[in-house]
């Protein structure tokens, strides 16, 4: 079965900083992955996805995300932050075979300072 | 832009009673989702269904759970005696693509508290 790690479970960072939130994954083939953003009292939005193809993926908000095979990562990245950027991170994982789920890491929460 | 909705956005309810969790996800949408987050845990899935069963349900998703699609919009979600550990925040989802290819869209959640 997939599974997902993200090592940190809160990041800070300045506004206008420079941004990259660790991803990394478990599984026997390349799997299908995602980051969703949460912020407060909202629901879970789509940053970007990785099916295949090109291992840089662009998303909305000005986020990308690089997927790697060999270190088994989908790191998120972002060139400079926003205060309004400041919410939970999640990178899920999906199985190409069978499964229906998609599996959530335990998040990042990032903070903004001004 | 079409959205899940999710109702009600907070229940409180006392141990041992039911809850039922509505939402209505998006019109052309075949596949429906019900995830959990558990304060400051991760997001877990509880089950999916698809073509009126359920396709997939976790270890989370024991007797005390349910789901129906009892008409053609609305999707719930059914813990018949809650306890304590069942507080968290429910979330919805809806696809119109299978096995994980298509972009889940998710409600605001229905945050539950068990007093």
């Known amino acids: 079965a997939q599974s997902v790690t993200q090592p940190d479970i809160h990041i800070t960072v300045s506004e206008g900083a420079s941004l990259e939130l660790r991803c990394n994954y478990s599984?026997?083939?390349?799997?299908?992955l995602f980051w969703y953003v949460q912020s407060p009292g909202q629901g879970l939005q789509l940053l970007l996805k990785?099916?295949?193809?090109?291992?840089l993926v662009q998303g909305i908000k000005g986020f990308e995300a690089e997927f790697k095979r060999s270190q088994s990562s989908f790191n998120l990245r972002k060139p400079s932050v926003h205060w309004s950027d400041a919410a939970e991170y999640f990178c899920?994982?999906?199985?190409?075979?069978?499964?229906?789920?998609?599996?959530f890491g335990k998040g990042t929460r990032l903070h903004i300072l001004p | 832009e079409p959205e899940v909705t999710q109702t009600p956005s907070h229940q409180v309810t006392q141990m041992g009673q039911e809850v039922i969790l509505r939402c209505v996800p998006i019109?052309?949408?075949?596949?429906f989702y019900w995830y959990r987050q558990i304060l400051g845990q991760k997001v877990e899935f509880l089950v999916s269904?698809?073509?009126?069963?359920?396709?997939?349900k976790s270890e989370i998703f024991d007797d005390q759970f349910s789901v129906e699609r009892p008409d053609g919009s609305n999707f719930t979600l059914k813990i018949r005696s809650t306890k304590l550990e069942d507080s968290a925040m429910y979330f919805c989802?809806?696809?119109?693509?299978?096995?994980?290819?298509?972009?889940?869209?998710f409600g605001e959640g229905s945050r539950l508290t068990v007093l």
């Open positions: 019109s052309n949408h075949l596949y």
């Open positions: 990785y099916f295949s193809g090109d291992t």
């Open positions: 269904f698809y073509n009126n069963e359920i396709s997939e």
């Open positions: 599984y026997g083939a390349t799997p299908y």
């Open positions: 989802a809806s696809s119109f693509l299978t096995r994980n290819t298509g972009e889940l869209f």
């Open positions: 899920a994982v999906g199985a190409r075979n069978r499964d229906d789920k998609i599996i």
